[in-house]
């Protein structure tokens, strides 16, 4: 009986062990802690206050892509007031958190993008991106963004959702049309029928779109504008496995070969193997701040 019990306690303590190993999102920050940091910048740029943010003695911090340290960021000082728009994207493998936020400056609004990466409940990376006009952003439709989209917010069930490899494939298509291609279907896109682009809150292809004649069906819309932007260059920026989401950040010329640059934060809702909904804020900077100053 005594070694029956030895053993039972031994096997105990063995499988506690293991649990432990294998739960390390205990001790990390799990999706409420990474978008309770997304609040908490949010309320410390209304507040004019930074000091009370759990920052790393690491942190590196950009804002408009240009490296600062984190009491010269100016939103500190001009964001007055968040408005009802925030779209958050929450990467709990990598430890991101991001978000599109529409925000205040003395009553004037402002397309705010942020990205937060977390390491053991403090906040190491800050990157922020303002657009406040059509001449920063090519379009500035705010009464498009008063509330975060239904179909952006729908929760997948298990068995919707693509793997985290098969999300960004999908989203990935993306840039492969508007390299070379003349449509998304040249590439196989794989947009829902009824599958909407909005960019910074104005439809710009899908069943609502009135922008130009065939913008209706984002698969056969014409990208012909897009060759001639040069390349477009992409990073994965997170990906919301909970949510289906894929975000990523692309930067293609505007204006002229190696002059300005259009960087799109591109959100890819993803599930049921297609894609449903693509939202974006972009802001126009100088080519050599096109990837903003982060690999």
Known sequence: MKNTTIVTLLACCAWSAATIEAQPAAAACDREC?????????????????????????????????EKPLEKVGL??????????RQDIIDE???????????EETGAPV????????????????????????????????????????????????????TRDEAIKAAMHYPEGLNAAKTFAAVNAPFAPDAYRYENGQVMAGPDCKFAPGCQNISTQSLAIFQRLGDVQ????????RMGIVWLRMAWGVRERGGDQLTVW???????KQIHAVEAFMRILPFEKRNGGWQ
């Open 111 to 162: 397309l705010l993008v942020l990205r937060l990466k977390v390491v053991v409940d403090r906040i190491t990376e800050i990157e922020l991106v303002a657009t406040r006009s059509r001449a920063e952003g090519l379009i500035f439709n705010i009464d498009g963004l008063s509330t975060p989209s239904a179909v952006m917010n729908y929760a997948p069930r298990p068995e919707q959702l693509a």
């Open 234 to 241: 992409t990073r994965v920026v997170a990906v919301d496995e």
């Open 76 to 85: 500190f000082s001009t964001v007055t007031r968040l408005r009802g728009f």
């Open 266 to 272: 591109e959100a890819f809702k993803v599930f049921d």
């Open 34 to 66: 990474l978008r309770g940091k997304v609040t908490q910048l949010l309320y410390a740029l209304v507040k004019h206050d930074a000091t009370g943010l759990p920052v790393a003695n690491t942190l590196r911090v950009t804002e408009d892509a240009v």
């Open 93 to 103: 493998r990598n430890g991101v958190a991001g978000a599109d936020v529409v925000v």
